[in-house]
């Protein structure tokens, strides 16, 4: 069975950071891209910032610079350090893991995270 257990949201201040985190189960971390994903209401959701089997990285232009996205094969664990946190940041976070050769996607339950002014 497939699990995605995200962790780490909660309330901060404007220019505050959290950090969040997402443990995969072990059968796919290895063979998957993973991303964080957000849903604020009455919004869309929009890809934050992915990480590549290969190591490469991509992020939100609204987020460059403030956020990191790392991931830890030993955990199985996809990190968002979050810094310079904005009220625009608040949202649902979800962890995905995109299993390229079945070209399925997997998603966390999602963790809140809410900046105030």
């Known amino acids: 069975q497939v699990q995605l257990v995200e962790s780490g949201g909660g309330l901060v201040q404007a220019g505050g950071s959290l950090r969040l985190s997402c443990v995969v189960s072990?059968?796919?971390?290895?063979?998957?891209?993973m991303g964080w994903y957000r849903q604020a209401p009455g919004k869309q959701r929009e890809l934050v910032a992915s990480f590549t089997t290969s190591g490469r990285t991509n992020y939100a232009d609204s987020v460059k610079g403030r956020f990191t996205i790392s991931r830890d094969n030993a955990k199985n664990t996809v990190y968002l350090q979050m810094n310079s946190l904005k009220p625009e940041d608040t949202a649902v976070y979800y962890c995905n893991a995109h299993v390229i050769v079945r070209d399925n996607d997997y998603w966390g339950q999602g963790t809140q995270v809410t900046v105030s002014s």
């Open positions: 072990r059968n796919i971390f290895s063979v998957s891209n």
